[in-house]
Protein backbone atom coordinates (compact mmCIF):
# COMPACT_ATOMS: atom_id res chain seq x y z
CA UNK A 1 0.00 0.00 0.00
CA UNK A 2 1.59 3.73 -0.53
CA UNK A 3 -0.05 6.14 1.17
CA UNK A 4 0.44 9.68 2.53
CA UNK A 5 -2.34 9.51 5.24
CA UNK A 6 -0.97 8.93 8.49
CA UNK A 7 -4.26 8.14 9.67
CA UNK A 8 -4.35 4.73 7.64
CA UNK A 9 -0.91 4.17 8.09
CA UNK A 10 -0.97 3.84 11.69
CA UNK A 11 -4.37 2.12 11.66
CA UNK A 12 -3.90 -0.88 9.45
CA UNK A 13 0.30 -1.30 9.39
CA UNK A 14 2.91 -2.51 11.34
CA UNK A 15 5.57 -1.83 9.63
CA UNK A 16 6.32 0.74 7.11
CA UNK A 17 9.02 1.58 4.09
CA UNK A 18 9.84 5.19 4.24
CA UNK A 19 10.77 6.47 0.86
CA UNK A 20 12.02 10.18 0.00
CA UNK A 21 15.38 11.67 -1.73
CA UNK A 22 14.81 9.39 -4.46
CA UNK A 23 15.23 6.15 -2.06
CA UNK A 24 14.08 4.16 0.91
CA UNK A 25 14.94 5.78 3.81
CA UNK A 26 14.08 3.28 6.20
CA UNK A 27 12.11 0.20 6.18
CA UNK A 28 11.23 -0.80 10.11
CA UNK A 29 8.18 -0.57 12.40
CA UNK A 30 6.47 2.64 13.03
CA UNK A 31 7.90 2.97 16.60
CA UNK A 32 11.62 2.56 15.30
CA UNK A 33 10.05 4.59 12.48
CA UNK A 34 9.97 7.32 14.89
CA UNK A 35 12.71 7.49 16.62
CA UNK A 36 15.25 8.27 13.10
CA UNK A 37 16.71 11.53 13.16
CA UNK A 38 16.54 12.00 9.31
CA UNK A 39 15.30 15.59 8.94
CA UNK A 40 12.85 14.55 6.73
CA UNK A 41 10.99 11.70 8.62
CA UNK A 42 11.48 13.90 11.69
CA UNK A 43 9.06 16.34 10.15
CA UNK A 44 6.78 14.35 8.83
CA UNK A 45 6.16 11.77 11.82
CA UNK A 46 6.73 14.59 14.40
CA UNK A 47 5.37 17.58 12.36
CA UNK A 48 1.87 19.18 12.04
CA UNK A 49 0.38 16.73 9.51
CA UNK A 50 1.42 13.88 12.21
CA UNK A 51 -0.09 15.89 14.88
CA UNK A 52 -3.31 16.20 13.24
CA UNK A 53 -3.50 12.54 12.47
CA UNK A 54 -3.36 12.10 16.36
CA UNK A 55 -6.13 14.08 17.77
Known amino acids: M ?3 DLDTLYAICDRVAVLAEK ?3 VAAPLDEIERQDHPWIRE ?3 GPRAR ?3 T
Open 2 to 4: ITH
Open 44 to 46: YFH
Open 23 to 25: KVL
Open 52 to 54: AAR
